[in-house]
């Protein structure tokens, strides 16, 4: 199995502090890799944590973007006081993307591209993207879409 840097994957899903990956698994052969992320642990000498973890730690799991032909699994463990759903590798609960993932497929919706297209195109599950569907559909699901440009564009401003 390949190694790779914990920082360098960090850094390619955009995880920031109070957030750090504990652990991976890279799967070439599936071309998966499962990505543990839990709440930053301060630590004192030798890297020893100074405090515990809250024992209860809510588990949710989303699928994120790929990189490459691998696909990202997000394992993340959240404090119950933490709210859930605002970075972009986290997802709403019950729901199979992270919130990244999410606004791709909505893009596809809002084009009219067929379930099955979005499925071949993104390399997700049939399953998945009906239950998503499903919650857009009842308003279970909130897609965050990127901000409308204010203003004119600059060609036509002369």
Request: glycine share 8%.
């Amino acid at each position: 199995m390949i190694g790779v840097d914990k920082s360098l994957l960090r850094h390619l899903l955009m995880i920031d502090g109070p957030w750090e990956i504990s652990d991976y698994q890279l799967d070439l052969r599936k071309r998966r890799c499962d990505v543990w992320i839990g709440p930053q642990v301060e630590r004192g000498w030798f890297g020893r944590p100074k405090r515990s973890l809250p024992e209860r730690l809510q588990q949710h799991m989303w699928q994120h973007l790929s990189l490459g032909q691998v696909r990202f699994f997000l394992h993340v463990s959240i404090p119950p006081t933490t709210e859930v759903g605002k970075l972009p590798w986290m997802g709403a609960v019950g729901l199979p993307f992270s919130n990244a993932l999410a606004q791709q497929v909505f893009a596809f919706f809002n084009e009219g591209v067929s379930l099955q297209s979005i499925c071949s195109l993104l390399k997700l599950s049939l399953n998945d993207v009906w239950r998503y569907r499903f919650a857009i559909d009842n308003g279970r699901a909130q897609v965050q879409t990127a901000p409308a440009r204010v203003g004119t564009p600059r060609a036509a401003r002369g």
